[in-house]
């Protein structure tokens, strides 16, 4: 840990505060900005629905209360960076008695499993896709074939759900159409129920992974060109030291470092686009809890949701960024 | 000057042309089907009724002209009159793709223009000026990059009651700067090191002479391929929210109408051709802006053409 050094960390931290800031103070402010005043908009939409007319002035209430309608901006906006920080988004609109952050706590572990495990494995799968259409070694078999892995890279993830979905779960028939296991099973650590899961989040995960791996299989293979060249490629191949020696710990070793970072700098663009898949295939994570929210113009649901992610990227954005060091020794992150 | 050109004759122009490095076959074909889709706009009306893109136009549930209607799964054979199909709410399918496509193409560009601008105007000012303007406008942009924008962006249009292309656009690109920014200051670090530029300082150029004059057309490229990839990312963004039923709602866009599919179940009825048609127009459209996007990577790599091996 000694590479990690104070002002670093500290730098990290800063960087992580900034940008959750950023992203709460944007929710706030550009809603603000549009002609009208979407907040009495919104309290009028909520009374001419009338989905809940008995208790619906008492919503209101609430409502004006937590924006505090009648307090001047500044004000509004300290009370709502206050209660942001306290992680308390108020009670759901839609599900009354229901706090937002329950809500949310309930589905968030499914969110955190898909997403962590796609993205895990499109990593891993994309990075050695790319060193391998690099690497001069690479059988000619596979070097024909690696590319046709990248097809679906430029296209979004939720249309490769669409895809996926038509095919193996209306078509074929392989796979369960919709939810994050079978209806009546009790959840439990049992195979039964484990396989349920995987065969519930395969293609979910299959979306993502097919979509993200080839922007790190592009981005490696530039960098794995010009590792290759390196002189201590060329005296490992000299010393005579396995083919898979060379690859793992010469190679990609050296080749991955940038990808990391560009990891860090994915990984919103990515949680967005999974909040999309999650819809398509109706797996009860967080993004469907978002989708049922902008249906039901659940308000304080969809902030309290969309603060939630991006208090979650920008932690995992920070994490990454605190183990870098511990990757690449060369950093060392002191200014000279 | 045109005098002494001329005579060199027409096949020399040509070859010139034809090795220009701007001559690049995934740039062309790339450009080429972008400018054919937004140009639907104006001969789509020519070739189709797109009047038939509206509600109840059309009889609902009509299948492509070459595929046979099948009793069970619910809808009817299809006729020459709508070749594509039509979808439950009576829309014509080819219609609607020849209204949404250049609509949905529309809201890219227009965001990516304006984060365009706004990049070059940060990117310059934090290479050119450094000191804590670069140093302010470097962490910003770093720092919005991590925000998950498709989540703020859902926010943000769930407050908003009726969108059109323009506001739709605008909104994309609260998003679509810090990018064009970073790609532009880092080529305007590196570029102020080089010889012209130190040379054109020396010799007392004014500083927007040198940023026009001198950088601004080697950066081309460079901001070209920021351009299109910033576009891609906007139609994403734009479609993303469409998907989610945060779009305009009275025009049709493409996601709106692969929106209006899911809602319908089109999926389990087994109506391929409601969300189909338009993913296919979204997947032309990506991997036509890929393809534009790596013709001008190689255009200012020069290490990347012909690279292959």
Sequence with gaps: MKNLSASYVLKRLGMFFLTVWLGATIIFIVPRLAPGDPVQAMVGRMLAEGTNVENAQEMVDVYRERFGLNDSLPVQYVKYLYNMATFDSGYSLAFFPAKVDDLIRRRLPWTLGLLSIALILSFIIGNTVGALLAWRRTPRWLNALLPFTLTFTSIPAYMVGILLLFFFAFSLDWFPFAGNYDKGMTPGWNLEFIWSVIRHGFLPALAIIMVSMGRWALGMRGMMITTDGEDYMILADAKGLRSGRIFWRYGIRNAILPQVTAFAVALGALAGGSVLVEIIFTYPGVGQLLYQAILNSDFTLIQGIVFYVIVGVSLAVLILDLTYPLIDPRITYHRN | ?309
Excluded: C
């Excluded at chain 2, 009817?76 to 439950?88: A, I, Q, R, V, Y």
């Excluded at chain 2, 950088?215 to 990839?229: G, W």
């Design chain 2, 1 to 309: 000057m045109t005098a002494t050109t001329a005579p060199a004759s027409l096949a020399a122009r040509m070859t010139r042309l034809r090795r220009s490095p701007w001559m690049n076959w995934k740039l062309l074909l790339g450009g080429g089907i972008l400018l054919l889709m937004l140009l639907m706009e104006f001969y789509g009306p020519l070739i189709w009724d797109t009047e038939m893109a509206k509600v109840g136009s059309a009889p609902t549930n009509m299948a492509p002209v070459w595929v046979e209607a099948d009793k069970k799964l619910g809808f009817k054979e299809g006729s020459p009159e709508h070749p594509l199909g039509t979808e439950s709410n009576g829309r014509d399918m080819l219609a609607l793709v020849l209204v949404a496509t250049p609509r949905s193409l529309k809201v890219g560009l227009i965001a990516a223009t304006v984060g365009i601008v706004v990049g070059i105007i940060l990117g310059f000012a934090s290479g050119f000026l450094g000191g804590w303007v670069d140093t302010i406008i470097r962490i910003l942009s770093d720092s919005w990059m991590t925000i998950p924008g498709l989540a703020v962006l859902i926010v943000i249009a769930s407050y908003v009651e009726e969108f059109n292309i323009n506001s739709m656009a605008l909104l994309i690109a609260i998003f679509s700067w810090p990018g064009p920014t970073r790609v532009i200051r880092s080529q305007v670090l590196s570029m102020r090191e080089r010889g012209y530029v130190q040379m054109a300082q020396l010799s007392g150029a004014s500083t927007p002479k040198i940023m026009f004059q001198e950088m601004m057309p080697n950066l081309l490229p460079y901001l070209a391929a920021t351009f299109t990839a910033t576009v891609s990312g906007a139609i994403l963004a734009a479609t993303g929210l469409e998907l989610l039923g945060l779009g305009p709602t009275r025009i049709p866009t493409l996601g709106m109408t692969i929106s209006n599919a899911l809602r319908s179940s089109a999926i389990l009825r087994g109506m391929w051709w409601w969300w189909g048609f338009p993913i296919i127009m979204l997947v032309v459209i990506f991997i036509s802006l890929f393809l534009v996007t790596i013709g001008l990577d190689e255009i200012a790599n020069p290490r990347l053409r012909g690279a292959q091996r």
